[in-house]
């Protein structure tokens, strides 16, 4: 059985009798007996297929069974939620930070408290991994309810253009064998992801294990037979640039675009280009778990840190880090 509901009763200046009804459940770290049907529950909740949050668990080489934060009805997952274990950029600088995700509740649990009660534990959980900030990804359905638990709406850019025509005498683009040039890759991001706010580090395990099954059509950019840059796309989206500013138009004219000719490209993109439109998302959310230092400059709170990002070009997500 759930853990009963303590009522508490006020006296209004009415003489009327205001009822308060605090829910409290027992919240639970996930352990191996528990993991098949925490498997079930996902399968459950999230139109995703089970062998989906299987690999997705399996693949991260930063797994904890303990990140993964359950209530109960008896033997059967009412709710849960996942800390991912990550490192993040900002400023040029490296912060541990709990990446918010698979918060599923069964819908006959819904409207119960359980998902808040569950973000309540996740915090402190951050909190006992000295992590300094979160980061989630919310719907626009969802996103004023997260505003409510601290987290903030960071601006990330998003761009549709006209595809470029390759222009870069000297630059030649192949498609790349991820497998055989894994360590030039993992070099070029170590290079160019520290200077951009928001951007995950990548051991050479997470690499291999996490970011490469989502990357699509990987392309790869040489100079004197040297893989300088590479790009990631599908459906006539970017999914990834990596690689020197001057590299992105060639990289950007290797992607297949959309039937109009356009292609998507995330505002990180560096050039000039036959701009269609341009848009503002804040479906990512970041909340600062506790005070960091960046520069010269002390952030006390998650308004400031939003503050800092966008002061700072916005925030930037690769799609190899997707969470």
Known sequence: MLAPSLTFYFLCGSLALLRVIIIMYKIENLDQRDYEKWLDHCDEVFPNPREYFKRHFKNDPDRFLSSVLVIKDGDEIASAIRVFHRRSFLGGKVFSMGGIGEVATKEKYRGKGMASELLDAAVSCMERYGMEISQLGA????????????????????????????????????PLDAGKNLPSLVRLYGEYAPKHC??????????????????????????????????????????????????????????????????????????????????????????????????????????????????????TYFKGDSF
């Open 198 to 315: 928001g951007a995950l580090c990548r051991s050479d395990a997470y690499f291999e294990s996490w970011s490469l099954p989502t990357l699509k059509n990987l392309t790869g950019a040489y100079e004197n037979g040297e893989l300088v840059g590479y790009i990631s796309h599908n459906g006539g989206f970017c999914l990834e640039c990596i690689g020197p500013d001057r590299l992105h138009k060639a990289l950007l004219s290797a992607v297949t675009p959309k039937e109009d000719g356009t292609i998507s490209v995330p505002g990180y993109i560096s050039g000039k280009y036959e701009q269609v439109s341009e848009k503002v998302k804040l479906s990512y959310m970041l909340r600062l778990i506790r005070p960091i230092t960046v520069g010269s400059e002390l952030i006390t709170s998650s308004d400031q840190l939003v503050t800092y990002i966008s002061e700072h070009g916005g925030f």
């Open 139 to 174: 719907g626009s359905r969802v996103i004023n309810y997260y505003s409510k638990f601290g987290w903030r709406s960071a601006p990330y850019y998003e761009r549709t253009i006209k595809k470029p025509d390759p222009d870069s005498p000297g630059v030649n683009l192949l």
